[in-house]
């Protein structure tokens, strides 16, 4: 197996930046499984719709109404605030998606769906660079 | 390793299909993992209790208060709802939930606990025929 | 590939314990992907913060008040009650976060992020001897 690679990529606030070319540049050739790993506690990777963008700005807005920012009452009994309002926020949300996927790799390529994207989700206000790791097995 | 299966399950509507025999028939011998990737961003694999079918029941009742059709007025701000009042519904319980699992697999079974099946879970309104690929590595 | 570990992981009512040594422990040497899984269905597995406690706290308050016990009136509907207001609760959290986490490995170690530690999340009032396997590929 070769070793794991790790990508850097640069976010730009709440939202989903599509991967999936990325992730399939770093793959070696062969069958197995790649493994997509975040390195950070306030983001998230996800496998979503990639035809309309409305599913990605109604998905982000059902979750902000979930998960509001610590500025709104109804979070009034967080403790974890000093990093900022969305800072507790983006710890909830990163432990409700997912932190790692593992899909299915046919000759090379991942067995994704037709529809189906990589996407990386930016849970802080403002843009970070964040690490992934890929790995095939 | 053997080349990833593709299994296609028919599912009827909300709710939970046991595909835990499919997929263990889908291993090959020996250790290792088995990856179960689901090829669809309206639908969710999950791993849940096998015994006390109430556990399935409520379960689909509890995700069906946290993210209503559409047409409840809780959800009017949503924009995705050309396809119907269960479709943007469906995404957002395909991003809670699992799109693939990985289970230790030893002497070519599955090492789940006692009360562990795998299942697919249907967010859509109608029957769907839903493919989804295994691998063992 | 050596055969997968099981480990039993003690735990003291709802909330994180940290298992990342003893995962780590579990790890043989070389590169690869560690699957951590959980044989249960009313506990977890997560990957978050392990600087400040407040984030475990938060989290755990947050997901109380998503998901509250079987004697809160806004829970009445549900059925599979008999096992105690904390059972079906347990199960829905176990829905939500993970039962699975797999995570590269690079010279036998986990290429967690600086802030990541890997925490057994307890949904049960009572303690409980919970079961992980741990498998690299």
Known sequence: ???????TVRTHGPGLTDIT???SAALPPGDG???VFLRHTS???LIQENADPEVQTDLLAWLSRLVPPTTDPSMAYLTHTYEGPD???GHIKAALLPTSLS???IDGRMALGTWQGLYLFEHRDRPHDRQIVV???
Chains 1, 2, 3 share one sequence.
């Not at 197996?1 to 990508?7: K, T």
């Open 103 to 105: 899909i299915p790799v």
């Open 33 to 35: 499984v790649a493994t």
């Open 135 to 137: 790995a095939k097995t």
């Open 43 to 45: 983001a998230s990777l």
């Open 87 to 89: 800072d507790m926020p």
């Open 1 to 7: 197996m070769p070793r794991p690679a790790i990508l």
């Open 21 to 23: 070319d990325c992730v």
